[in-house]
């Protein structure tokens, strides 16, 4: 395999797997708008929850499958019906003892929280068993199939939300569509992936795959909880409005990069695990990649630093709640974005334990410093926290991931040098426009949209023209 036809496939898979992410994004920034803003910090204390949940119901047999190379179809019905009894367990499970978990973790605010949380479960069965269909399709590397089903999902999800926002819903119109965007992806994975699981369960087929996922698991849902510490922290510590704001500042900072992580876990992982004994190829394609997603998440960032009033003010009557997290979360963002394929590689290269003692770490490190801060500063020491740690975890982890493949930290910081350019042309440029902004709220978004577009284009002519070139002929399969 040919290292220019992995940068396509890499490089496509990226495109037509994240396509659907802008219509999510301007979904939640309606729900922030229209609904109450408590009612939005249970929702996000809901989907904490859920997630985690969903994440446990997987058992990593998806990624198990993707990875173990001589996984067939006796893996497959394996892992789908072991996938399916846990997720419908654990729902029934919880659905059955509601009121007595929604006390347990949503406190005074149980009752108002139980009806959402009971909506949401049923995302758990659906998202347990999509990433086994999942799996057909990224061993194959068809993204564009994949991609089909993320678009269609994200379409209903709008759909749905809009009409029942409409049909007056409240916050319900959150949580149904939530979950029908969970099923219409299930569908769409299952038509495009072609393939229905067999009756029979071989207990040797489990065996193969269910030691490298169970590793999986335990990495994923111990990273899961270390990301969302601070949602912990802060719904204990300021209640459902404070974790509403920091989720909207998270959604449009840190979120992206988290679906761009699970873009790139789903792209990459795949494609490196199939050039794993060659550590020549797999340097090369990993310093592409993190160029790549430097180049293209660092200059928005720095508009988002510097433009957060503007973009806070369509949203909130008192933008001024989360307008330092938002700029916090974005710098620690610019750190962690480069770091989004690390996970990647210790998969590809079987250390799926590595990812499990790394977050077990990073938790070590997280919970005392929130807790110290939470107190005298809110919201803004929480960020603070974010992006402090950030640089400490890259360090540590790019260390790691250097090591597995061989790679010279001078050629990794040589692949960043145009994509820092590029964004300090952007928040430099941004700056100066900044201050010549009318007050006035729609003129002000226009100017500033024409400010990064005109910083953008012209930066990337300045220092990275040709990279661009490459890539445009790479997702086109000239290179």
């Known amino acids: 395999m040919a290292s220019e036809s992995l940068a396509t496939r890499t490089i496509r898979g990226t495109l037509w797997t994240g396509s659907a992410f802008a219509l999510q994004i301007l979904t939640t920034l309606v729900f922030y708008r229209v609904l109450a803003i408590d009612d939005m910090g249970l929702f996000e204390w809901s989907l904490f929850i859920v997630m985690l949940l969903a994440l446990l119901c997987d058992l990593g047999l998806g990624s198990a499958l993707v990875q173990k190379r001589e996984a067939g179809d006796s893996h497959f019905n394996a892992a789908f019906w072991v996938c399916l009894v846990v997720g419908a367990a654990v729902t029934a499970a919880v659905q059955w003892n509601i009121d007595a978990i929604c006390g347990l973790v949503a406190g005074q605010d149980a009752s108002q929280m139980a009806p959402i949380l009971a909506g949401m479960m049923w995302i758990v069965p659906f998202a347990a068993i999509s990433g086994i269909f999942r799996a057909k399709l990224q061993r194959d590397l068809l993204w564009r199939s994949m991609a089909g089903a993320e678009i269609a999902s994200s379409v209903a999800h709008a759909a749905s939300a809009f009409g029942l926002l409409a049909l007056d819903f409240g916050i319900l119109s959150a949580v149904y569509s939530a979950v029908v965007r969970e099923a219409v992806l299930l569908i769409g994975l299952a038509l495009t992936g072609r393939w229905l699981p067999g009756v029979a369960v071989s207990r040797e087929s489990l065996k193969l795959i269910l030691g490298f996922g169970l590793n999986l698991t335990g ?169 402090a740690t950030s640089v400490l975890f890259l360090g540590l982890s790019q260390h790691l991931a250097n090591r597995l493949i061989h790679l010279p930290y001078v050629t990794y910081l040589a692949s960043l040098s145009r994509p820092l350019l590029l964004a300090g042309w952007v928040g430099g440029l941004s700056w100066v426009g900044s201050l010549w902004l009318p007050e006035a709220l729609w003129p002000a978004a226009g100017i500033s949209a024409t400010i990064v577009l005109i910083a953008g284009l012209s930066g990337l002519r300045l220092c990275a023209w040709d990279l661009c070139l490459e890539m445009w002929r790479s997702a086109r399969g000239q290179s």
């Open 219 to 387: 990495s994923r849902c111990i990273n899961y909880v270390n990301s969302n510490l601070a949602r912990i922290v802060i719904y204990g510590a300021l209640g459902p409005a404070a974790l509403a704001y920091y989720s909207f500042a998270y959604r449009l900072t840190l979120m992206p990069l988290v679906r761009i992580s699970t873009i790139i876990t789903r792209v990459f992982f795949p494609t490196f695990s199939a050039i794993q004994q060659d550590d020549a190829l797999l340097r090369r394609v990993y310093v592409k990649s993190t160029q790549a997603v430097a180049l293209a998440y660092w200059p928005a960032l720095m508009a988002v630093i510097v433009f957060a009033p503007q973009i806070l003010a369509f949203v909130f009557d008192d933008p001024s709640q989360a307008l330092w997290p938002m700029r916090l979360l974005a710098l620690a963002t610019l750190v962690k974005a480069v770091g989004a394929s690390v996970g990647s590689i210790f998969l590809a290269k079987g250390r799926a334990s590595w990812a499990l003692y790394w977050s077990a770490f990073s938790i070590i490190v997280l919970v005392p410093s929130l807790y110290l801060v939470i107190d005298p500063w809110g919201l803004i020491g929480v960020c603070s926290v974010i992006a």
